[in-house]
């Protein structure tokens, strides 16, 4: 896993397509990105999964989050722009997809299960936030399907 830079110059663009090669490499199938003032925000895709049954999966840039971590204990000090956050967001997000695409590849664990903080029900909504949403009665009523 290499090393992320709060400085880094690699192009959010360039880690984002390395990110779509990696999922359909993997088994991803509709990618789509989402963009905000020409900038990529959003990852959404479908997989077939072992269970045949079609799954959506949705990951979001959260670059404010994940600056805020890497500023708070970085030298660098300076308020970061837009698109800086987006570079380091992405780089994060490159690490840890690539990771869970080599384990799916090798046969260690299925699509779904590598994917899961990224999956997401008929209503737009994590899968793992309704499980913890303290106004549903029971977690057997998530449907994952779209």
């Known amino acids: 896993m290499r090393q992320i830079s709060i400085n880094t110059t690699i192009s959010c663009h360039k880690t984002v397509g390395e990110i779509l090669s990696s999922l359909a490499n993997a088994g991803a199938t509709r990618i789509e990105v989402a963009y905000d003032d020409k900038l990529p925000v959003r ?3 479908m ?7 079609e799954m959506r999966f949705v990951i979001e840039s959260q670059h404010d989050e994940i600056y805020q971590r890497m500023w708070v204990s970085s030298a660098a000090r300076t308020s970061p722009i837009l698109k800086q956050k987006i ?12 990771s869970q695409c080599e384990m799916i590849k090798s046969g260690a664990i ?3 299960r590598a994917m899961v903080s990224y999956l997401v029900g008929k209503d737009g909504r994590w ?14 009523k998530i449907e994952t399907n779209v």
């Open 110 to 112: 299925p699509f779904e």
């Open 43 to 45: 990852i959404s895709f």
């Open 47 to 53: 997989c077939v999964t072992t269970y045949d049954v």
């Open 87 to 98: 570079r380091v967001a992405w780089q994060h997000h490159q690490n840890w997809i690539e």
């Open 127 to 140: 899968v793992c936030e309704a499980l913890f949403d303290k106004d549903k009665n029971s977690v057997l």
